[in-house]
């Protein structure tokens, strides 16, 4: 049998060894709470882009935004962090900036696919409604050798000049100048001009745009421009050159159009 001594010195080293696998266990509880902390722990400029984010979002489109230096203030951090916040939220499309100016809330964009569509059918695809404001509608003589030529008449001879404003649900997003020969659609300027042109060429005239050549480039709105579609001066756009052709390869129109890049992206594929 054991004796009193050595039973009651069995008993303390039981108890001691609990109360070690107890702290070592606790040990190791804490430990993997404070390395889940610190690996879920957030950069500083992911925490204000995150608040920017929520407080843009409640903002009218193309208002403008407080300066880096006035968000470090009202938010306790240093310039580099505002930039950083201010870079992903460009990125990402919720802001905008205009050198000079400042940086504003963008609207949302319309998505143009590379893909040969009508303004007025690519806006009803999106649920929204086409409309045209007239700027000019006239009938000019073409003295101009490269319009001549891509217009496929002589210098000299007549074509249709129709300057619109287009829009999406009241919204004006581009600003159209179409040149058409005159010769191909007779009595243009007799027709409604704020429906789609490529419809009257079809139901009209019979001559279905099949075909078009177009480019883009990037440009900033001219002080005309801005107040046209209703946005600041130097708004980055961009610039669209298209010339369409019917089922025989006669030009049906030359259109120089201008699209605010900040409610207007495209979209495009490559296969290769």
Do not use: W
């Not at 001594?5 to 702290?23: A, H, K, P, V, Y």
């Not at 400029?45 to 920017?52: F, G, I, N, S, T």
């Not at 074509?159 to 179409?178: C, G, N, P, Q």
């Amino acid at each position: 049998m054991q004796s009193s001594s050595s039973f009651e010195r069995n008993t303390i080293l039981s108890r001691q060894m609990r109360l070690f696998e107890g702290l070592t266990l606790i040990s190791l509880i804490l430990c993997k709470d404070t390395a889940m902390a610190t690996a879920t722990k957030k950069h500083k400029y992911v925490v204000l882009q995150e608040k920017l984010q929520s407080k843009f979002l409640k903002l009218k489109p193309h208002s403008q935004i407080p300066s880096v230096r006035q968000l470090a203030t009202q938010y306790d951090v240093s310039s580099m962090t505002v930039r950083q916040a201010l870079s992903e939220l460009q990125d990402s499309g919720l802001i905008y900036t205009i050198p000079g100016s400042g940086t504003y809330v963008a609207g949302e964009k319309l998505s143009k696919k590379l893909v040969f569509i009508s303004f007025s059918e690519e806006i009803r695809e999106k649920g929204m409604k086409p409309s045209s404001q007239i700027l000019k509608a006239e009938k000019v003589a073409i003295t101009n050798n490269k319009l001549a030529e891509t217009l496929q008449i002589a210098k000299g001879d007549f074509a249709y000049r129709i300057k619109r404003v287009r829009l999406a649900d009241s919204v004006a997003l581009a600003i159209e100048d179409t040149y058409v020969p005159c010769e191909n659609a007779p009595g243009l300027l007799d027709h409604d001009l704020k429906n789609s042109l490529y419809e009257i060429f079809k139901d009209v005239y019979e001559r279905t745009v099949v075909r078009a050549d177009s480019s883009i480039s990037p440009m900033l709105l001219d002080r005309e421009q801005a107040e046209i579609l209703k946005a600041p001066v130097k708004t980055p756009s961009l610039l669209f050159t298209l010339t369409g052709f019917d089922s025989r390869g006669k030009t049906m129109e030359h259109c120089v159009s201008v699209k605010r890049g900040d409610l207007y992206d495209f979209k495009f594929s490559i296969q290769a």
